[in-house]
């Protein structure tokens, strides 16, 4: 015999919670990289987050949730970026401002968080230059997924998948070669 | 997500970056705007009838066409969608086959006048067309500057300018053989009453298009496009081709056969070159490609035409 089913009901929800705390943070960052929208991220991950909740029921999402969000995620972000081409805010920042103001700035010497903040702002611009498709694969691949997880995400196969993450490599690469020393061939 | 493995450092960067970014946002902030907006969850305990009808009602709203809205709208959508996934620059090779239609004066053209198939690849709105005649190897097309280009083997090739005037040949040609679909899709949803018929498959979402009244589409008289019901992309495609006049020209076929990633370089006219070979440009003897473009449309052009006059080799430049 299993719990109740007004405690099922609970304790479901209470999974669901976790998993949206657990996975919300990876899943705006992902998104606004691949808008350069931090706003529109947003909007794009509720919106993913409303239509799986919806279907909470027919998917495991504590278990298999984080691949299905990213895909939906994938998907949105692209289709959006097509359909919203030219009209893309420059407003990149959001409220990371904010939150670089409240970071502890002692947290490394100055010279090495200028250094690191440079790469940093490179590695965007380098990401901002890839095709969407690319850009996507490799930060799916830099987030763990598998190129079948990858392939799925995007509607095409294993194959292409890791084409398009060999492709972005060796455009990111390229562009980062100054700071990276022969870290990445 | 699959086992962690050693990360490529590009991955690691771009990883340390997307972290980075996801230290900025309040997950918690995120768990109350959606409990502000709360999403329709469904107890387990439900019936099955109830959860059948829910998930039937569910799932017409994201594939059917997302609204239960009237035939029209369904196909606006799906031609919208349509539009999405093929302005991504994504590779994908079509079989063209083009039928003149028999009542018009152009099928009497020698080049125009009987049916012909050809491979065309697609990147948005960049193309080539290959020859399916192996020992006549041809290729031309627009790359990603809207330069029209001719590779006549692998010796001899012309450029167009992006806003040069073409050739009349050449830009019937274009229209005829060229399926540059973000920009059909713009005009099919500029200038046609759109329609959602039953497909040839269940996969398949098949909407037809027809010239609105009062609005003039030159060049296209109809289209039935066979949309894959995941993805969108066209899997099939129908142009009933008219001129200005609305006289019927050509019906033209495009069916998906290959979504091989190509390179760059194909879409270019470099890319069916030899690297000695000899390219006609606005700059360099812009005069003789007219003359090159006219015997390669000319009568006879199953067989290989013979290379024009002999022209001085260009001036050695270092690669643009």
Redesign the interface.
């Given at each position: 015999m299993g719990p109740p089913?007004a405690e099922?009901?609970l304790a479901?929800?209470a999974a669901?919670?976790a998993w949206?705390?657990?996975?919300?943070?990876?899943a705006?960052?992902?998104a606004?990289?691949l808008l350069r929208d931090r706003a529109a991220a947003?909007d794009v991950?509720?919106d993913c987050?409303?239509?799986l909740?919806?279907?909470?029921?027919?998917y495991d999402l504590p278990r298999d949730g984080?691949?299905l969000l990213f895909a939906a995620v994938t998907n949105a972000c692209?289709?959006l970026q097509?359909?919203a081409?030219g009209l893309r805010s420059l407003d990149v920042g959001?409220?990371?401002g904010l939150?670089?103001l409240l970071a502890d700035p002692a947290a490394a010497p100055p010279e090495q968080a200028l250094l690191q903040a440079e790469?940093?702002a490179a590695?965007?611009d380098a990401?901002a230059t890839l095709?969407?498709?690319q850009r996507a694969a490799?930060?799916l691949?830099?987030?763990?997924?598998?190129l079948r997880?990858i392939a799925d995400a995007l509607?095409?196969t294993a194959g292409?998948a890791g084409?398009?993450v060999h492709r972005?490599?060796q455009a990111?690469?390229q562009r980062?070669a100054p700071y990276?020393k022969g870290?990445?061939g | 997500m699959s086992a962690p493995e050693p990360l490529h450092p590009i991955d690691a960067l771009v990883r340390r970056h997307l972290l980075r970014q996801a230290d900025t946002v309040d997950p918690a902030a995120v768990l109350r705007r959606l409990r502000a907006a709360p999403p329709r969850r469904r107890s387990r305990a439900r019936s099955a009838l109830a959860g059948l009808a829910a998930a039937a009602a569910l799932l017409l709203a994201f594939l059917g066409g997302r609204q239960a809205g009237p035939a029209r709208a369904s196909a606006d959508s799906l031609v919208r969608e349509a539009r999405a996934a093929h302005a991504l620059p994504v590779d994908r090779c079509y079989l063209v086959q083009i039928a003149p239609d028999p009542g018009n004066p152009l099928a009497r053209h020698p080049f125009f006048g009987r049916t012909r198939t050809a491979r065309l690849w697609t990147r948005g709105d960049r193309f080539f067309v290959e020859s399916t005649n192996p020992h006549w190897p041809w290729a031309w097309g627009q790359d990603e500057r809207g330069r029209v280009w001719l590779a006549h083997g692998p010796r001899l090739g012309v450029l167009y300018a992006a806003r040069e005037k073409l050739p009349e040949v050449v830009a019937a040609a274009r229209d005829l053989h060229t399926m540059q679909v973000p920009t059909l899709l713009d005009q099919v949803l500029a200038g046609c009453d759109l329609e959602r018929v039953s497909g040839d498959t269940p996969a398949t979402a098949r909407v037809v298009a027809r010239p609105r009244l009062g609005v003039t589409r030159p060049g296209l008289s109809g289209a039935v496009l066979d949309l894959d019901a995941e993805t969108r992309v066209l899997r099939r495609l129908v142009l009933h081709r008219a001129n200005a006049a609305g006289v019927p020209v050509a019906t033209t076929t495009f069916t998906l056969i290959d979504c091989t990633p190509q390179a760059d370089v194909s879409y270019r006219l470099r890319g069916h070159l030899d690297p000695t070979a000899m390219m006609l440009t606005p700059r360099y003897h812009p005069e003789r490609r007219d003359a090159v473009i006219e015997g390669f449309f000319r009568p006879g052009t199953s067989r290989p035409m013979p290379m024009p006059m002999p022209m001085p080799k260009p001036p050695r430049k270092p690669p643009a």
């Amino acid at each position: 015999m299993g719990p109740p089913p007004a405690e099922q009901s609970l304790a479901d929800a209470a999974a669901l919670d976790a998993w949206v705390l657990a996975t919300a943070a990876d899943a705006v960052a992902y998104a606004a990289s691949l808008l350069r929208d931090r706003a529109a991220a947003e909007d794009v991950v509720q919106d993913c987050y409303c239509r799986l909740l919806a279907r909470a029921d027919v998917y495991d999402l504590p278990r298999d949730g984080r691949k299905l969000l990213f895909a939906a995620v994938t998907n949105a972000c692209i289709n959006l970026q097509a359909r919203a081409r030219g009209l893309r805010s420059l407003d990149v920042g959001g409220e990371a401002g904010l939150h670089d103001l409240l970071a502890d700035p002692a947290a490394a010497p100055p010279e090495q968080a200028l250094l690191q903040a440079e790469l940093e702002a490179a590695v965007a611009d380098a990401l901002a230059t890839l095709p969407p498709l690319q850009r996507a694969a490799l930060e799916l691949k830099s987030l763990g997924q598998s190129l079948r997880e990858i392939a799925d995400a995007l509607g095409t196969t294993a194959g292409n998948a890791g084409v398009l993450v060999h492709r972005a490599r060796q455009a990111m690469a390229q562009r980062l070669a100054p700071y990276l020393k022969g870290e990445a061939g | 997500m699959s086992a962690p493995e050693p990360l490529h450092p590009i991955d690691a960067l771009v990883r340390r970056h997307l972290l980075r970014q996801a230290d900025t946002v309040d997950p918690a902030a995120v768990l109350r705007r959606l409990r502000a907006a709360p999403p329709r969850r469904r107890s387990r305990a439900r019936s099955a009838l109830a959860g059948l009808a829910a998930a039937a009602a569910l799932l017409l709203a994201f594939l059917g066409g997302r609204q239960a809205g009237p035939a029209r709208a369904s196909a606006d959508s799906l031609v919208r969608e349509a539009r999405a996934a093929h302005a991504l620059p994504v590779d994908r090779c079509y079989l063209v086959q083009i039928a003149p239609d028999p009542g018009n004066p152009l099928a009497r053209h020698p080049f125009f006048g009987r049916t012909r198939t050809a491979r065309l690849w697609t990147r948005g709105d960049r193309f080539f067309v290959e020859s399916t005649n192996p020992h006549w190897p041809w290729a031309w097309g627009q790359d990603e500057r809207g330069r029209v280009w001719l590779a006549h083997g692998p010796r001899l090739g012309v450029l167009y300018a992006a806003r040069e005037k073409l050739p009349e040949v050449v830009a019937a040609a274009r229209d005829l053989h060229t399926m540059q679909v973000p920009t059909l899709l713009d005009q099919v949803l500029a200038g046609c009453d759109l329609e959602r018929v039953s497909g040839d498959t269940p996969a398949t979402a098949r909407v037809v298009a027809r010239p609105r009244l009062g609005v003039t589409r030159p060049g296209l008289s109809g289209a039935v496009l066979d949309l894959d019901a995941e993805t969108r992309v066209l899997r099939r495609l129908v142009l009933h081709r008219a001129n200005a006049a609305g006289v019927p020209v050509a019906t033209t076929t495009f069916t998906l056969i290959d979504c091989t990633p190509q390179a760059d370089v194909s879409y270019r006219l470099r890319g069916h070159l030899d690297p000695t070979a000899m390219m006609l440009t606005p700059r360099y003897h812009p005069e003789r490609r007219d003359a090159v473009i006219e015997g390669f449309f000319r009568p006879g052009t199953s067989r290989p035409m013979p290379m024009p006059m002999p022209m001085p080799k260009p001036p050695r430049k270092p690669p643009a």
